[in-house]
């Protein structure tokens, strides 16, 4: 029972377009969601995340929409650089609960430059 | 030290053997985590230790899979006769408090049972 989902493995972008990643989720307890982005040989790293009350989160190049009702996320980077060729990962937690992180499959991104 | 530490980064063993990896938290988290990742998959989550304990060890697939967190800190997990399907990247987080902090990923040890 694959509770998160991302359904793309891959997304191809130019250099300075927009990159979107989309995430579904289907489990309504979960009020907390984050991107990590891992690097070939290393750990995901925290990129950003977003609480449920929340429908949109901003840092700099990347935000995190986020739609309860649909239950889906996505994450959109502007303008893409080619170091943010990387696996992303969507995650989800209940925050009431013991803090586990419920992963997708990952998409990788490739932007070109 | 700076980071979450994970020993060894690479581990190949015999179908049968006993294995075990080492997580070293960042100093003064609280709460350590353990995933698996198979190929192609994202982390999946294995236990949870809050301090000495064990909080939640719902992932852990089978009984021949147990962590060990004796002192708060350094955290050990092992596996009993091990089989080719725990081939995998084992990923260790650590976070300051728990669930509602944000958790830090080691580089992961690769595991490669033959």
């Known amino acids: 029972d694959q509770q998160v989902k991302q359904n793309s493995p891959s997304l191809s972008v130019q250099e300075g377009r927009i990159s979107i990643l989309n995430c579904d989720y289907t489990n309504s307890m979960f009020d907390y969601f984050l991107w990590y982005k891992k690097y070939p040989a290393e750990g995901p790293t925290f990129l950003i995340s977003?609480?449920?009350?929340?429908d949109k989160n901003e840092d700099g190049r990347f935000t995190v929409f986020l739609n309860k009702s649909a239950k889906h996320l996505s994450l959109h980077i502007v303008p893409s650089q080619p170091g943010d060729s990387a696996v992303y990962f969507c995650a989800a937690k209940r925050t009431s609960n013991t803090g586990k992180l419920i992963f997708g499959q990952g998409t990788t991104l490739q932007v070109k430059p | 030290g700076a980071g979450v530490s994970q020993t060894p980064s690479n581990k190949v063993t015999e179908k049968g053997k006993y294995v075990e990896l080492r997580c070293d938290p960042i100093s003064g988290h609280t709460a350590l985590y353990w995933y698996r990742q198979s190929l192609g998959q994202g982390p999946e989550f294995l236990i949870y230790?809050?301090?000495?304990?064990?909080?939640?060890d719902s992932g852990l697939p089978n009984d021949r899979f147990f962590a060990v967190r004796p002192e708060g800190s350094v955290s050990t997990l092992k596996i009993q006769r091990t089989e080719r399907g725990d081939s995998a990247v084992y990923l260790c987080a650590s976070s300051l408090q728990g669930p509602n902090t944000e958790a830090f990923f080691g580089q992961g040890t690769r595991l490669t049972v033959v």
């Open positions: 230790f809050q301090g000495t304990g064990a909080a939640d």
């Open positions: 977003i609480s449920s009350i929340k």
